[in-house]
Structure formats: structure tokens, C-alpha cells
């Protein structure tokens, strides 16, 4: 009996042990390198929501680059809730979900890049898409008054743009401290953590300079282009090849979309549109949710060639 409540008592004894390693691996000074590193209280933060177990040697490695399973594990924790681990990439699961929230494209990523490094342009792409799809966060209309203060925007990927404007205006990733965005570096895993956490809590964004831009000559298409939804409705009625191109997410088009319009993601259209709407003399009318967007595809398919563009605005005009 005595041999019996001994070995109780040790085992009693051994749960409790392991219960503090557990509680004490999920708080915030489960990572020794973070210690007096700038992310910790953005690590912390991520921890106790559960989207952050560090690696194998129980550091978490702020400085080393993030890969897009880890980057995509994080987010889909913290919004989603976690994911069974994979059978073929232990974040395959994590990549599916991303896939149907719209967080990401299937023509955008592949699994077996799941760890590969991301850059900038990369999670501004992702974290934008999560704001619009799953967090149901609009769009600031001016950006222009806040991309004005970077100065490599003219040279910085126009299939991006649209993400980076927006991650930028509101705070959530800031420039380099040359002034420029660098979108094709590369994002650490520290960066990454400050970046999700200013996603999720607004009370913690960055506040940016925002420059007001006077100048129509600035305007991303012209006022020629620009119709109402009610002039849309006239055109497409009136004539036979008239397309309604819907430029937003997958996410926000399943959500609230119009009838008979096509869906081609504004960071797309510059490689598909000539695969669905081959004639340029075709009439084309884009439309997104608040006319930003919209702008950029119209401004998009004029360079390419199209002659016949016209610029709805946002999908909130149309009246069925």
C-alpha cells in the first residue's frame, strides 16, 4: 500500500511538473532569444492567442526570414483557429484554408513552396487579402495621400500596389528607413509578428504622414473613363460585347457579387484578361469595393491595349 500511494504521489507530483513546463511554454518567456529584442511584446501577444510554438530547439529566431507555411500558420490560428498537421508539408492544411478564405490564390502559391521565404510585396498581398476576406475590414479610399511618402513607389510592383497602399495607409507595415518600401526584401519572422499583431489590434497601427495630393494630374485614371452604375447598366444593355469585370477577392465576391459579372482579381488581370476577354476593342466596365481598385485594373488594361474601359466605382452603386 505504501509502495502504491508513493508512486501516486509521484506521479501527481510529475503532472504538476510538466503542467508548469506546459503553462510556462506558452507564455511569453518561453523563447530565450527574445529577450530584449524589439518583437517580443508582438511574439508575447501571438503566443496567447495560439498562434506562435517557436521551433524544435525552443528558440523562436526573430531574425530569421519567415516562410510562407509559417506566415500562413500564424495567421490562420489567430483568425481561423489551428489546423490538422499536413500528411505531404506539415502546414498543407493551413494552405487549404488560406485557399478558401481568400487569404491567398491558387495561380499565386504552390505547396511545395510552403518553405519558401516571403518577401514584403508577399505578406502585404496576404495581409491584405485577410483584412478584406476574413476580417471584413474596408478599404481606405485615398491612399494616395500616404504612398506619396514612398519613394520607390513608381518602380514598385503594380500587381502589388493595390496591397501594399493599403497595408501602408493604415499603419500596418511601415516603410524602410531610407524611404523607400523595399517589397522585394525579404520579412523576419520578429517583422512578421509586429505586422500580424497590427492587423488584428488597430489601437497599435503606425501613424503615417499622410500628404494630400491636390493634383488631378495625380488621379490614377481619368474622369473620361469613370461611369455611374446606372450608365454601366445602359451600356451593357445596349450592346452585345460588354463585359462586367469584377476586380476584387474570391472572398468578397462569394460574399456579394453582381449577376453575369466576371471575377478577375486585380493582381490577375494583367496576366488572364487576355485569356477571357481576347478582343481589345471589347467593352470592358470594372467595378470594386470602393473605387480604388477598379482604378488600377482600368489604368491596368489601357497599357495592355484595350481601348473600350470604363472605371464603375464601387460595387456598393448598383442597384439591382
Known amino acids: 500500500m505504501k509502495k502504491i500511494r508513493l508512486l501516486t504521489s509521484m506521479f501527481i507530483a510529475m503532472f504538476i511538473i510538466m503542467q508548469n513546463v506546459s503553462l510556462s511554454s506558452a507564455s511569453g518567456n518561453s523563447f530565450p532569444d527574445l529577450d530584449n529584442h524589439w518583437s517580443k511584446v508582438y ?41 490538422p498537421i499536413g500528411k505531404s508539408h506539415w502546414a498543407e492544411n493551413y494552405f487549404e484554408a488560406a485557399i478558401s478564405q481568400g487569404i491567398i490564390l491558387k495561380e499565386d502559391y504552390r505547396v511545395d513552396e510552403l518553405d519558401e521565404t516571403v518577401t514584403r510585396y508577399d505578406v502585404s498581398k496576404i495581409i491584405h487579402n485577410t483584412m478584406l476576406g476574413v476580417l471584413k475590414e474596408e478599404d ?49 519572422r520578429g517583422e512578421a509578428c509586429a505586422v500580424i499583431m497590427r492587423m488584428l489590434d488597430k489601437s497599435i497601427r503606425l501613424t503615417q504622414e499622410c500628404g494630400k495630393n491636390e493634383s488631378n494630374q495625380e488621379q490614377m485614371v481619368s474622369d473620361e473613363v469613370k461611369i455611374t452604375a446606372k450608365e454601366a447598366k445602359e451600356i451593357l444593355q445596349k450592346e452585345t460585347e460588354a463585359y462586367l469585370v469584377d476586380v476584387r477577392t474570391p472572398a468578397e465576391y462569394s460574399i456579394k457579387h453582381i449577376n453575369g459579372s466576371i471575377l478577375i482579381p486585380v493582381d490577375s488581370i494583367a496576366d488572364t484578361i487576355k485569356s477571357i476577354i481576347p478582343n481589345e476593342s471589347s467593352i470592358i466596365i470594372v467595378f470594386c469595393s470602393s473605387g480604388k481598385r477598379s482604378s488600377i485594373a482600368a489604368k491596368t488594361l489601357m497599357e495592355l491595349g484595350y481601348t473600350n474601359v470604363y472605371d464603375m466605382g464601387s460595387i456598393n452603386d448598383w442597384q439591382d
Request: hydrophobic share 35%; proline share 3%.
Open 43 to 83: 511574439v508575447d501577444s501571438l503566443i496567447e492567442k495560439g498562434g506562435i510554438h517557436g521551433l524544435p530547439d525552443g528558440n523562436f529566431m526573430p531574425e530569421k526570414d519567415i516562410t510562407l507555411g509559417e506566415l500562413l500558420k500564424i495567421i490562420i490560428c489567430v483568425t481561423l483557429g489551428e489546423q
Open 140 to 188: 481606405i479610399i485615398n491612399v494616395q495621400d500616404y504612398t506619396t511618402h514612398i519613394t520607390d513607389w513608381g518602380i514598385s510592383c503594380r500587381q502589388c500596389m493595390v496591397h501594399v497602399e493599403q497595408c501602408y495607409a493604415k499603419g500596418i507595415i511601415a516603410g524602410m528607413p531610407d524611404g523607400t518600401f523595399s517589397g522585394d526584401k525579404n520579412m523576419t
